[in-house]
């Protein structure tokens, strides 16, 4: 039996195995969001509270700055696109 073994874990809500990115993101990503929430008071919250947000890639970080003069995600921008093509109600911008 190894230490960590037998170490006691006193809080399992501390353990995840989500990785939270602490570069600043080099593109700008699309923020998942649920049903009816709007993914600019999403990111405003984020940014003001310090928690991180996931985008529709997957990249998750913690909003800082303005993104509008970085380029936009492929990977996002591809997801994006699939939404839209199975959702009739989405608009051809995200940013809606």
């Known amino acids: 039996m190894t230490d960590l ?3 006691p874990v006193q809080d399992t809500d501390l353990l995840t195995d ?4 602490t570069e600043e993101p080099t593109a700008a990503h699309i923020v998942k969001v649920k049903p009816g929430e709007n993914a600019q008071a999403v990111v405003l919250e984020a940014r003001i ?8 890639c ?7 700055r303005d993104p509008k003069n970085l380029p936009l995600c492929e990977e996002c921008k591809a ?3 699939l939404y839209k093509d199975f959702n ?5 911008t995200p940013s809606d």
């Open 5 to 7: 073994e037998t170490m």
């Open 18 to 21: 989500e990785v939270i990115e």
């Open 49 to 56: 509270m310090g928690t991180p947000v996931e985008a529709l």
């Open 58 to 64: 997957g990249f998750t970080w913690v909003p800082s």
């Open 79 to 81: 997801m994006y696109g």
């Open 88 to 92: 009739d109600n989405l608009s051809d």
